[in-house]
């Protein structure tokens, strides 16, 4: 396990980020040891060396302690943009784990994207901070079939573990969603696959989805994609990508106005919302009636 120095680990938006309403930022680790063929944080932008071993940040903790004793605007903090805070290393360090029982202990909300089931360790943490704050689960699951989830993202749990552990977390009262992206162009983008998640979803007691039909590709995550791409699907769909995409960066489905379409309808009919802001409004308007009431 390698450690590294950091000053801060909580950072703030200058002004609330659309991206699920979140006010500021937490990164406990760098680097993700998930291996999603499709990582965007593996890009040379980013300037992760050895992206697939998880880097812990020291002290982490007790920074995080610092930063919140002293923030002075309350908000909803997330957490799972660059890595996820439910990799293999949390197993065993738990430092998740202490970071959400802060948030707790502060008053901060928090929305969290993963992939793991092992979010569910802590449903005692988000409840309590659910009794005081906007707190927002998301899952990305990119496939209803768990053979494709098992090859595009090979090292976390299987999309119907994902599904399970959703229901269990908005059984338990918690806001669940979905992040349904990438969808991967001549691999996932069927309407039967967009439909099947959707109803799953439902099933499982989901509030949103929110979709991108495609994926985008940077330098390094375009080489390694493709690398494997051709080892689990073949030269025809790495040819496909090349011909179709060229150098693009957004990477869009042929398909995307069809699925666009069905996802919306079959949305509409299992009442699930899909928009940004009707999102964000709903999974914190218990709080903000709380805030109206007590001024
Ligand atoms: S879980 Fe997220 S950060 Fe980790 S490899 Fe997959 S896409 Fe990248």
Redesign the pocket.
Known sequence: MEFIEAKQIISSYSRQNSWFGNNYNMNIYK??????I?????SDCYRIEN??QVKVKRNAIEIINNQLKTLRKKGVIGT?????PY?FVERELSLTRQALELVDKYGFGISI????SLIARDIDVLTNIASHSPVLALM?ITTHDDQVSKIV?P??CLSSQRFETLKFLSSHGIKTGILLMPVLPFITDSVSNIKKIVNIAKAAGVSYIYPAFGVTLRQNQRVHFYQKLYESFGEEVKQNYITTFGNSYVCRSPRENELLQAFKRECQNAKLLYQMEDIIRDYKKDYLNEQMKIF
């Open positions: 680097g993700c040891s998930h291996g999603c499709y990582c965007d944080s593996r992206f697939d799972g943009s660059m890595s996820d990799n994207a993963t992939k793991s990305t993202e090292n976390v």
